[in-house]
């Protein structure tokens, strides 16, 4: 029985610590989603864990150990990699496997006529897959040939292409992020909130695009009653961006009078702004309520 990583090949699943120090060459979205998918169900805590996962890390400092897992070079192109993480939760199991080193993502500078997945002793093409009408839950690739130069073939390659930079952090990231800064039940309603679906996009997009990230996480702040310098802290902290980005999603949000501050005063130096939800947002009980009161807030 596999319990590592597989992928869904044919004629039966094909363990990626099969092969040695593999590379995986010009995979399409649906085949980059299906190798994240691969290591999600073997390491689950680790590529997508729960608030309760992640606060039970936090508190009993367990975590998963990525070393554990086998190591993945992808040289893709950078349109498949953007379709594979235009939303939160796709992204964020990248961002998960990325951050210690289980993916290797670069950026493939020119079309190759199918996806290579090569090992040190053998090597093969992909084919199936990606065409339009194909279930991606259903979907299985074919192994075609077995050229164990494939992978040297590719190597300088690899070497020499550019990391992808991925905007979006992992969950754990995002949690520990605010967790750190405010308190572990502001950073559990944050990932809530982007946990809840968006109604517009594509079907293969997943949770909200960059943009709708920051203003959810933002207005659960808010929601929360936390300082604004705080906020936009725990935001940078979280890796969704700069404390400048975070001072123009606020003007966003006050201009659509869904938030105002208070001030406190301190002993020594300028009054604090406390942050405090109005209308809708104030009004907001539930991750989903939240999420409803700031859907259409952005540029």
């Known amino acids: ?81 953007d379709a594979a993480t235009a939303g939160f939760r796709e992204a964020s199991r990248f961002a998960a496997l ?29 084919i199936g897959g990606e065409s339009d009408d194909a279930s991606e839950a259903g979907t299985r690739w074919y192994r075609v040939g077995d050229d164990a ?7 300088s390659r690899f070497a020499d292409a550019e990391p992808y930079r991925l905007r979006t952090p992992s969950r754990r990231r995002v949690y520990e ?11 559990a309603a944050v990932l809530r909130a982007l946990d809840v679906e968006s109604d517009a996009g594509p079907s293969e997009i997943t949770g909200p695009d960059p943009e709708e990230t920051r203003v959810r996480a933002y207005a659960v702040g808010a929601r929360e009653g936390v300082l604004d310098r705080t906020l936009r802290r725990a935001c940078e902290d979280a890796g969704l961006g700069s404390p400048s980005t975070f001072t123009r999603i606020k003007r966003l949000l006050r201009e659509a009078d869904l938030i105002g501050t208070v001030a406190e005063s301190q002993p020594v130096g300028r009054p604090r702004e406390r942050l405090a939800a109005r209308g809708a947002l104030a009004a907001a009980e539930t991750p989903a309520e939240t999420v409803a009161a700031v859907r259409g807030v952005e540029d």
């Open 1 to 81: 029985m596999t319990t590592g990583p597989a992928l869904p090949s044919a004629p039966e699943a094909l363990p990626l610590g099969e092969l040695s120090d593999p590379v995986l060459v010009a995979p399409g979205p649906r085949l980059l989603r299906a190798v994240v998918e691969a290591y999600r169900e073997a390491a689950p805590r680790l590529v997508e864990p729960s608030v309760a996962d992640l606060a039970d890390g936090a508190n009993e400092n367990e975590s998963p150990d990525p070393s554990a897992l086998p190591r993945l070079r992808v040289l893709a192109g950078e349109s498949a990699v």
């Open 98 to 126: 990325l951050d210690p080193g289980v993916l290797d993502l670069r950026v493939l500078d020119a079309p190759q006529p199918n996806p290579v997945l090569a090992g040190a002793e053998t090597g093969f093409g992909l």
């Open 149 to 155: 130069t494939l992978r040297e073939r590719y190597a």
């Open 177 to 187: 992020g605010f967790a750190g800064r405010c308190e572990e039940s502001v950073a």
